[in-house]
């Protein structure tokens, strides 16, 4: 992409800059967009290192997709790779028409080198910033990009018009081959290295070697009130983002507009976004914008700081920036009591229809193991499981199989709660429950309330993770540490205006709560959003039943869907 092309903010402009091939519309009804994604690999540089990475339209990160409220999108997706592909529009609904989700061998089969398919669906109901990116093996470290849907025209934002915006895609960079090293990793037993560098939109920034040119650097006017719609699209890092001097209004997160509060910092799990407003209105300057990790766990991570920089027009680049003072890379606390700011508008035009009453009621524990694996280093290898039970991934797409009724791909007797209760969040437990793998999920009626509690354990380590669950948003009600209390935590919850998102974090040793209603039928993956716990199995699937009438089942498939 031009630099020239990057620098403009306006989402009116963006449209000409984005790989965009047109639509078709009249201004007051929905359009149809057009986009064009060629799978190519290509050579580049970061940290003094080159290397093939695979991308869309040949650009890191990949296009940022623009899309109204109410409009169809049509995304031919051909694949020039040497890897199968497949691609997630990370955080829509996709009512009933999983087919256009994306998860590979969950709603589809993928993308073969040398074929095609065309992603197609609605835009209903939703309204901010999505984002998009592979869904199979690693390839989301470098395939990724912003998905920006505007409001319905005439519809205002329920905050101040910003003069302008930008998308902020926080990510990882390795320098090895990616999938080369997991491969290593997995066959020996271990955790993959950690990444190299964070980045922010594809760049690490003058902190690293050879990256004073890799730094993105975002123009501001003294006075002007900013929208940055920013997305964590590393793979396996919770991340706390700051500009130095500048304080952050939150309004909205994972495309639902929240009740404004100001900070100093955000923290962004792999998979969510938030966009903020930022008035540029301190001494005029250099100053940087940071990420770092979040980890209050014993866990390595790639504790570096990505930068790019916030600079007032007119201020040459010699001026040296400053630094933001982001939260300690452990700050539990920070962690909490941000999470808890987080609440849904809750207006008449954007109410939050929490389900009170719950008609199945699912409790999930999150552990962590080792199986015998007598080909790796330490005879063992990890595994990670929900309610003792890791994912075995299938060959044929689980909604082909749902679909078409075909046998033995999948059994529907995933437990709704854990069948060995224990002392979750205690003292450091290493013995084994006997993980089992499978491919268990979840049946559910459609239209019905559903509560699941995710609940930490401390089989090996107390770790903090963020779950995604496709096809649907939910409310998060209620969150804790140490062991959720079935007798008295429920009368804790928010159940007036809680957040509500596609992609939560359940904190270290503890829980989290959510609900939504089952009234998207289909095949619907969850999982943990760390693309590491993720491989060793720690995700299911819920079946979603059709309901009674003709538009409450599951649409047929598309011609072109991929064979398995």
């Known amino acids: 992409m031009a630099s020239s092309c990057r620098n403009r903010l306006f989402s009116g402009l963006l449209f000409l800059c984005f790989g965009f091939l047109g639509f078709i519309t009249s201004p007051a009804e929905a359009a149809i967009k057009k986009y064009q994604f060629d799978v190519q690999v290509k050579n580049v540089s970061r940290l003094c290192h080159a290397k093939p990475i695979v991308t869309i339209n040949g650009r890191f990160p990949g296009p940022t997709i623009y899309v109204r409220e109410g409009d169809r ?3 031919n997706v051909t694949n020039h790779a040497q890897y199968n592909m497949s691609i997630h529009w990370h955080g829509l609904k996709q009512y009933r028409n999983g087919w256009a989700d994306g998860p590979a061998y969950v709603t589809q089969c993928p993308i073969q080198t040398g074929s095609s398919y065309t992603y197609d669906f609605n835009v209903t109901g939703q309204r901010g910033t999505l984002w998009w990116h592979a869904h199979i093996l690693w390839l989301r470290a470098t395939v990724f990009g912003a998905i920006v849907i505007l409001p319905k025209q005439g519809t205002p934002f329920p905050f101040p018009r910003p003069y302008r915006e930008a998308e902020i895609i926080l990510g990882e960079w390795w320098n090895g ?42 123009e501001v006017e003294q006075g002007k009130t900013y929208l ?50 930022v008035q540029a209105n301190q001494a005029s300057g250099r100053y ?37 003072q982001l939260p300690a890379s452990n700050d539990t606390a920070f ?66 199989a749902h679909y078409f009724n075909l046998k033995g791909v999948f059994k529907t007797d995933f437990p709704d709660r854990p069948q060995t209760p224990f002392n979750y969040t205690g003292a450091p437990l290493t013995a084994s429950l006997g993980t089992s ?128």
Not at 337 to 363: G, I
Not at 365 to 377: D, H, M, N, Q
Not at 467 to 481: A, K, M
């Open 73 to 75: 999108v049509l995304i």
């Open 177 to 218: 081959n990616v999938e080369e090293f997991v491969n290593k990793a997995n066959n020996l037993g271990l955790p993959p290295n950690s990444s190299d560098a964070h980045t922010i939109n594809g760049k690490p920034g003058p902190l690293f070697p050879c990256s004073e040119k890799h730094t993105f650097a975002m």
């Open 228 to 277: 940055l719609r920013i997305i964590n699209a590393a793979l396996n890092d919770e991340l706390f983002f700051g500009i130095a001097g500048h304080y952050l209004t939150v309004v909205e997160v994972d495309a639902v507009y929240t009740k404004p509060f100001t900070t100093e910092a955000i923290l962004i799990a792999p998979g969510q976004t938030t966009n903020v407003l």
């Open 288 to 324: 940087f914008m940071a990420a770092r990790p979040f980890m209050d766990a014993p866990v390595a991570v790639d504790n570096k700081t990505a930068t790019g920089i916030f600079q007032y027009r007119g201020i040459p680049n010699t001026v040296l920036p400053s630094l933001p």
């Open 335 to 400: 962690a909490l009591s941000y999470n808890k700011k987080l609440k849904s508008l809750n207006t008449p035009n954007f109410p939050a229809n929490v389900p009170l009453k719950v008609d199945r009621k699912l409790f999930y524990t999150i552990g962590f193991g080792k199986e015998s694996c007598p080909t790796c280093l330490n005879g063992t290898r990890f595994v990670a499981s929900l309610n003792n039970i890791s994912f075995e991934m299938p060959q044929v797409g689980l909604l082909q």
């Open 437 to 564: 793998t499978g491919t268990r999920l979840s049946k559910i009626a459609f239209n019905s309330t559903v509560e699941l509690v995710l609940q930490d354990t401390n089989l090996l380590t107390v770790e903090s993770h963020p779950f995604h669950l496709h096809g649907y948003n939910f409310f998060v009600v209620g969150t804790g540490i140490g062991n959720f209390d079935p007798a008295k935590d429920p009368a804790k919850y928010n159940l007036v205006d809680p957040v509500e998102r596609n992609t939560v974090g359940v904190p270290t040793g503890g829980w989290t709560a959510i609900r939504f209603r089952a009234d998207n039928p289909g095949v619907w993956f969850m999982h943990c959003h760390l693309e590491l716990h993720t491989g060793w199995g720690l995700k299911t699937a819920f079946v979603v039943e059709d309901g009674p009438g003709s538009d409450h089942s599951v649409l047929p498939p598309p011609k072109d869907l991929p064979p398995c």
